[in-house]
């Protein structure tokens, strides 16, 4: 029976998944979310309870999962800052690329419950305490960054990476540009990103 129950749950998930990556939130319904999965929507419900608790599940198992990967790339001694930042950049412009919902369902989950979600990334143990955070700071602790905090630089790569998936609509409206134009502008930033940290902080491949 719990097999059964475990591969419910799963299909029901991947199902979700799909077509909220698709339509979107506002546009899925659960009905759509049960035909796909091939069961019905009495199960979606009894599982999941509703919509949006299956839409935060969902999101924020795609987001436990970036992180758990970027733990590696994190914690890689071989690696130069520099070229940390450009996986991470690669890695989380790819994420919202395929995934567009994270963005805005991170930070409504930080504006109404901000010790929830950060508690369940666990961002202390995979940023604050990898061998990429001690690098961030030795960075810093140059001539040339003389009294600026280590945050500066979290804060910058993540805003260059987010911001533009967060103001998609106005991005595209202001330059008539489709789904594909937005992409290549994102792939695009995957090359200018790393550039300009580099720049800002004169990290010189450390």
């Not at 935060?56 to 970027?70: A, R």
Request: charged residues 25%.
């Amino acid at each position: 029976m719990n097999k059964q129950k475990d591969s419910t749950e799963l299909k029901i998930k991947e199902a979700a998944r799909a077509i909220f990556y698709k339509k979107g939130f506002a546009a899925t319904k659960s009905r759509d979310i049960a035909e796909k999965a091939g069961t019905n929507l009495a199960l979606v419900n009894y599982y999941f309870r509703s919509k949006q608790n299956l839409f935060d599940i969902v999101m924020l198992e795609s987001i436990t999962k970036f992180f758990q990967g970027m733990r590696l790339v994190f914690n890689d001694e071989g690696t130069t800052l520099t070229h940390k930042v450009e996986l991470f950049v690669e890695a989380y412009i790819d994420m919202f690329k395929k995934e567009p919902n994270i963005p805005v369902f991170v930070l409504s989950e930080m504006r109404t419950n901000p010790d929830g979600i950060l508690s369940k990334l666990d961002l202390q143990e995979v940023l604050m305490k990898s061998f990429f955070s001690q690098q961030v700071k030795k960075a810093m602790d140059t001539e040339e960054n003389k009294g600026v905090s280590p945050l500066h630089f979290l804060i910058n790569i993540m805003s260059l990476s987010v911001f533009p998936f967060v103001a998609n609509p106005m991005i595209k409206q202001l330059n008539k540009a489709t789904d594909k134009d937005f992409h290549k502008l994102m792939d695009e930033r995957k090359i200018l990103i790393p550039k300009w940290i580099d720049s800002m902080f004169n990290l010189n491949h450390k």
